[in-house]
């Protein structure tokens, strides 16, 4: 088992920057890849970032592309979010996940991943 905790959320101002941290627990951390979801009220769990095992890979959804960054540091198993230029369409409770780096499927289907933490909100007012 992977259990997956996210920190980092809160509010902040349009514009404004956040940077959320997962911290992992209970399996190899670099035996899995990440990502890092979001899903704001009235709609479904959507894809913003994800990192290869190693960290040399990355993705991104449209949205978050120039403003997002993800990254991971295997040596504290922690995945993290860089927030920047946050606009008012970014609010959404963001969720951590982790899946093994043999899962076929690509990194933006949700249903590929086995392990999420329990979500960090973030709130972005104008």
């Known amino acids: 088992q992977v259990q997956l905790v996210e920190s980092g959320g809160g509010l902040v101002q349009v514009g404004g920057s956040l940077r959320l941290s997962c911290a992992a627990s209970?399996?190899?951390?670099?035996?899995?890849?990440m990502g890092w979801f979001r899903q704001a009220p009235g709609k479904e769990r959507e894809f913003v970032a994800g990192?290869?095992?190693?960290?040399?890979?990355?993705y991104y959804a449209d949205s978050a592309k120039g403003r997002f960054t993800i990254s991971r540091d295997n040596t504290k198993n922690t995945v993290y979010l860089q927030m920047n230029s946050l606009k008012p369409e970014d609010m959404a409770v963001y969720y951590c996940?982790?899946?093994?780096?043999?899962?076929?499927?690509?990194?933006?289907?949700?249903?590929?991943?086995?392990?999420w933490g329990q979500g960090t909100q973030v709130t972005v007012s104008s």
């Open positions: 990192i290869r095992w190693s960290g040399g890979v990355t």
């Open positions: 209970g399996r190899t951390f670099s035996n899995y890849d």
């Open positions: 996940a982790a899946r093994h780096i043999l899962t076929i499927g690509a990194m933006i289907e949700a249903g590929s991943y086995g392990y």
